[in-house]
């Protein structure tokens, strides 16, 4: 049965457990609750390894394939939620006043869930797949404190891909893009000081809000005249506080925003433009600004083999027309960069359908996107750690035609070379149709190198 059949079977038990998710939201680090259904869901399937508060609240669970061996690979989903007010007036809304799975963490929660269930139950693939529930993606950097942790040098883990639900992408389709596919997301803080007084005497004052205006405008110059054309950024003022009250002109202000951008160049770029021009501007009105700037995401970046890899795994799944492998990057930030920088992989956007945007009130994850990002979970772990092995022959030299008398796997620890002469010692000739029944040495046809054959 096609992978995909399958999820639609399973399709109600993970919407179930989605919509759990759902009424309680959890922010941050806070994913007490959360974890505590991650783990126990994940020890109910038969994991061979559970392990909680990795990165605080973090869960990472393994599943061997069989016979041990081969690469280790990682899929990540992230479990936090936001402190948003929901309005969709669902039946499964929130239940915690204020904070709300706005952004479909509670569907990328439960879609890894159902893919450990399929892969714990048929462990068809040759290797480790590696399932990493992370917390404290909205801000918190929770990816990064599971890789500090040590969630790649303890596991062993090669490769990581993510995944993140998109809205606007039809239901069963896939998108994603080699190189940047996420922003860096930064954020400034700018101080000004001037000379508070009386309103009606500005020519005694230095007005900071004169000040703000002006380094507003000019911090419009740095992505129109000073970022390649060819670079992308956002510069974005977001808050301007001062003053308190209509004829009191403010000693002081405070300016805050957001720089994105997607590639270090354009970053450092940004930031020192910032610098330069912030405390020029505020000294020729004869005050004084400085610009406290921090680098929080960094830019996420895609390997091109890995992400041509994921969008064969997605075609897969969905069919040639349904995933665009070019994608246009978004100027969103995402924690999972940080386990790009570590370690080769991909993200990629799975359809959610016609819905509100992500981080709003009526943002509503489509539960009918469950199938379709399961089967490309399971589909690349299948891919990426193939069962593949030693396909043993029998040729009848009479008809010409030769039989398949076993499909070994490489991770078999009997598959040595002496084993296998053994083996095929031991297997009589004739017992298998279309042969004549007159024995002929097995030929031994390896497709794949067993790594302990000799
Ligand atoms: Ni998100």
Known sequence: MPIINLFAELADEITGWRRDLHRHPELLYDTTRTSAMVARKLEEFGLDEVVTSIGRTGVVGVIKGRNGGGKTIGLRADMDALPITEETGKEYASEN????????????????????????????????????FQPAEEGGAGGKAMIDDGLFTRW??????????????PVGEFAMCPGAIMAAADMFEINISGRGGHAAKPHEIVDPIVIGSSIVTALQSVVSRNV???????????????????????????????????????????????????????????????????RNYPVTVNDADRTEFAAEVARSVAGEAKVNAECVPMMAGEDFSFMLEERPGSYIFVGNGPTAELHHARYDFDDAAIPHSCSYWVSLVEKALPLAGVTLYRSCHHTGLSTVIARRNPGDPSLSASAVACWIARTKPGNDDGECGRPEAPRRLPYFRPPNAR
């Open 97 to 132: 006043p204020g904070t709300m799975h706005a952004c479909g963490h509670d569907g990328h929660t439960a879609m890894l869930l159902g893919a450990a269930k399929y892969l714990a139950e048929t462990r068809n693939f040759y290797g480790t797949a590696v399932m990493i």
């Open 156 to 169: 062993g883990i090669e490769e990581v891909y993510g995944m993140h639900n998109s809205p606007g992408l």
């Open 228 to 294: 390649d054309p060819l670079g992308q950024a956002v510069l974005s003022v977001t808050q301007f506080l001062a003053g308190t009250a209509y004829n009191i002109i403010s000693e002081t202000m405070v300016m805050r925003g957001t720089v994105r951008s997607l590639s270090l160049e354009v970053r450092d770029l940004v930031e020192a433009r910032m610098k330069a021009l912030v405390p020029a501007i505020a000294e020729g009105f004869g005050g004084k600004a400085s610009v406290d700037y921090s």
